[in-house]
Nanobody
Framework: QVQLVESGGGLVQAGGSLRLSCTAS????????MGWYRQAPGKQRELVAA???????NYADSVKGRFTISRDNAKNTVYLQMNSLKPEDTAKYYC??????????WGQGTQVTVSS
């Protein structure tokens, strides 16, 4: 089993920036997708951004141009740089690593709160 440890969440004013990090507890070999999801109170969990082993990325329309996902395969780490944060970005952010149907790992989540 692989544990994903997230860090970097917190409270920030609108317009500010945060950088989330997620590191896997051991090497994850092979092709996979590392991503970030978020869930606000009363809403469904949604994809924020994802990056494949090969370097392809995709983003939710709501964060395009503001968030950047990157990964360091040697460190089994994925990052999410969040700029120009808005109050509507407030949510719990979850790290995910998957290579379906073989595995699908989730972190415990880190809270991001953006004040207006």
């Amino acid at each position: 089993q692989v544990q994903l440890v997230e860090s970097g969440g917190g409270l920030v004013q609108a317009g500010g920036s945060l950088r989330l990090s997620c590191t896997a507890s051991r090497n994850i070999f092979g092709r996979n997708t590392m991503g970030w999801y978020r869930q606000a109170p009363g809403k469904q969990r949604e994809l924020v951004a994802a990056a494949t082993t090969g370097g392809s990325t995709n983003y939710a329309d709501s964060v395009k141009g503001r968030f950047t996902i990157s990964r360091d395969n040697a460190k089994n780490t994925v990052y999410l740089q969040m700029n120009s944060l808005k109050p509507e970005d407030t949510a719990k952010y979850y790290c995910n690593v998957r290579a379906l149907p073989v595995y699908d790992y989730w972190g415990q989540g880190t809270q991001v709160t953006v004040s207006s």
